[in-house]
C-alpha cells in the first residue's frame, strides 16, 4: 500500500478542528482509565494523541508504514504481527477504512492478539436527520438516533475503501464480524463528532 497523503496533511491549522479535539478526548479517556504501562499508537498522525499519553506518565510506542512520520515500527498494520512486544492498550483510530474491507477481520485479529485492550473507531456514514438526545439527571446519558445510507455505494476515495453504514458495511455486519471473536466492552458514536464510532474491544473469557 503506497502512502495516501503527505506528511503536511496532518499540519494544525489543516487537520485539527473541534470534533477531531472531542475524538481525541475519548481516545485519551479510554487508555488512562485502565492505568496502561504500555500503549501502541496505531498510526501516528499529528502526534497529539502521543504526547499527552506520555505526559500521564506511559510509554508509548507508535507503529506506521509511513516513514516520514518517524514511527517506532515502520510496518503496515497488517504486518503488527512482526512486533514481539505486547501492550496493555492499542489505539486504531480511523486506520483500518484505509485497507480493503478484506484484510479487515484478520487485521483486527492480529491487533487483538497483542493487545489486552484495543480502542478502535471507524467512520460512520449517517442519512440525515441524525439526532442525538442527552438526558441528565442522576446520571448522564447519550441516546444516538442514526439511519444508515443503505443504498450508498461507497466508492475509493484515494483514501478510505469503505464507511460504515454505507451498501454492504452496516454497522450490524460489522460489529458481528467483531463480536465473533472479541468482547465489544463498549460501542458508541462520539457526541460531538458523530463521524466517528468507538468500539472498545478486549478478549472473550
Not at 160 to 186: Q, R
Request: contains cysteine; charged residues 25%; aromatic residues 14%.
Amino acid at each position: 500500500m503506497s502512502v495516501q497523503v503527505n506528511k503536511t496533511h496532518y499540519l494544525f491549522d489543516r487537520y485539527v478542528d473541534k470534533k477531531r479535539w472531542a475524538s481525541y478526548y475519548s481516545q485519551i479517556s479510554e487508555v488512562v482509565e485502565v492505568s496502561p504501562q504500555k500503549v501502541l499508537v496505531v498510526g501516528v498522525g499529528d502526534g497529539i494523541i502521543v504526547e499527552i499519553l506520555k505526559m500521564q506518565g506511559i510509554e508509548v510506542l507508535t507503529m506506521d508504514f509511513d516513514a516520514a512520520l518517524n514511527p517506532d515500527f515502520e510496518l503496515d498494520v497488517r504486518n503488527i504481527n512482526e512486533i514481539s512486544t505486547h501492550f496493555d492498550v492499542i489505539i486504531c483510530c480511523q486506520v483500518l477504512e484505509h485497507l480493503p474491507f478484506g484484510d479487515f477481520e484478520q487485521t483486527l485479529d492480529k491487533l487483538m492478539d497483542k493487545t489486552s485492550r484495543l480502542v478502535l473507531s471507524l467512520p460512520i456514514q449517517h442519512s440525515r436527520p441524525f439526532s442525538f438526545f442527552k438526558f441528565q439527571r442522576a446520571f448522564s446519558k447519550n441516546i444516538s438516533f442514526s439511519v444508515p445510507r443503505f443504498n450508498k455505494k461507497f466508492q475509493f476515495d484515494g483514501e478510505h475503501h469503505w464507511e460504515m453504514n454505507t451498501k454492504g458495511y452496516l454497522k450490524s455486519k460489522i460489529s458481528g464480524l467483531i463480536n465473533k471473536k472479541h468482547l465489544i466492552l463498549k460501542s458508541y458514536i462520539q457526541p460531538d463528532n458523530v463521524y466517528h464510532f468507538y468500539y472498545i474491544l478486549e478478549h472473550k473469557k
